[in-house]
């Protein structure tokens, strides 16, 4: 059995891996922050370009992170997933509608149902009423 497959690895895509910022070392290393690519294990330097996770964890942006992110699109620190860029908006959209769309349904049978709610009380109360009234004359 292909041990990958139980993983179920979900792999970024090239869009995604693209739009992700690239920064120089220098400028996003903090005092508690990562000195070394968790990926490779080499120490970051300076002047090294870096990619920065949306969890703000960092990467060698040449080489590193584009091949960890082919195979799946979350931190290798953390694993937070790396929200996908290509064709976000799209999917958005159409489950939006989808949404709307089901609601509207839903709110006719919401009517529907408060409708035959009433008859049924009404009915209820109905044969509640001839139950005493056969039960005083009993
Ligand atoms: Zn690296
Ligand atoms: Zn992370």
């Not at 990958?4 to 922050?33: C, F, M, Q, W």
């Not at 990926?39 to 970051?44: D, G, I, L, Q």
């Not at 920065?52 to 082919?70: M, N, Q, Y």
């Amino acid at each position: 059995m292909d041990p990958n497959a139980e993983l179920n690895l979900h792999p970024a895509s090239d869009a995604t891996i693209a739009a992700l910022p690239r920064e120089k070392y220098a400028d996003v290393k903090t005092a508690d922050g990562e000195v070394e690519c968790l990926v490779c294990k080499e120490a970051f330097k300076d002047e090294q370009v870096v990619i920065v996770l949306p969890c703000t964890h960092i990467f060698c942006a040449d080489g590193c992170t584009e091949a960890w992110l082919k195979n799946r699109d979350n931190c290798p620190k953390c694993r937070a997933t790396v929200p996908a860029v290509e064709g976000t908006q799209e999917a958005d959209t159409v489950a939006a509608e989808e949404e709307e769309t089901a609601e509207m349904r839903s709110d006719g049978n919401a009517e529907q149902d408060a409708a035959m709610d009433t008859v049924d009380a009404a009915d209820v109360v109905a044969e509640k009423e001839i139950e005493d009234v056969v039960m005083e004359d009993a």
